[in-house]
């Protein structure tokens, strides 16, 4: 069927078409998810990076986002907030890589586990903020952060003991997935939890990617403190 008829034409990008804007690296978790999935397969974009809690913070982000809040993301003239939303869209409009699992079952598991991530997990959020510069163990941990945390372990050793065979990450090879529990495994560096054999064999895995050390590097070098994020200082 010729395009005009039915099908429209594939869409591509030009080398500086997208554009990410994200808060603070140290803390925004919410922003580390898209990014970390654009870096990790070769997408290209450009970084805008908004210090959160700034003085004209509040204004810079809404010219960027409708939400108020990071991470969104421009592709021309379409504007995506929301770091879920953001990576539907960069799989839709990558079809090419293999941002989701290939296979059905493994894809509609991956999406779930996204969507608990994140809607769910309050008291984790609550008690251990992403602070990477911090180092606070044992710190954040009520009864309700240790029910999160036994939650996350389980969905990482059901994922590992499925899909071991096809790589080190949640479905094998890295996905949204991994993306959307990179900040878990931060907060879990941060605060030193106890955790079983596969939540440590998982979190050395996805260490060891250089686009996460990347973004470790430049969490510690930057010099803004958020007083709120910095529960055990």
Known sequence: MAAGKGLRPRRTHSMSELTLVIG???YSSWSLRPWL???QFGIPFTEIRIPLYGSDAKEKI??????????????????????LAICEYLAEHFPERPLWPAQPAARALARAICAEMHTGFADL??????NIRGHFPSKGMTPEVVQDIERIQAIWRDCRTRFDANGPYLFGSFSIADAFFAPVVLRFVTYAPVLDQHAHAYMEALLGLPALQ????????ETETIPAFELYR
């Open 24 to 26: 603070n690296k140290n």
């Open 62 to 83: 809404l010219s960027h986002s409708p939400s108020g809040k990071v991470p969104a993301l421009h592709d021309g003239d379409i504007t995506v907030w929301d770091s």
């Open 214 to 221: 990347e973004w470790i590097a430049a969490a510690k070098a």
């Open 37 to 39: 999935v654009l870096k």
């Open 125 to 130: 959020r609550q008690h251990m903020t992403m």
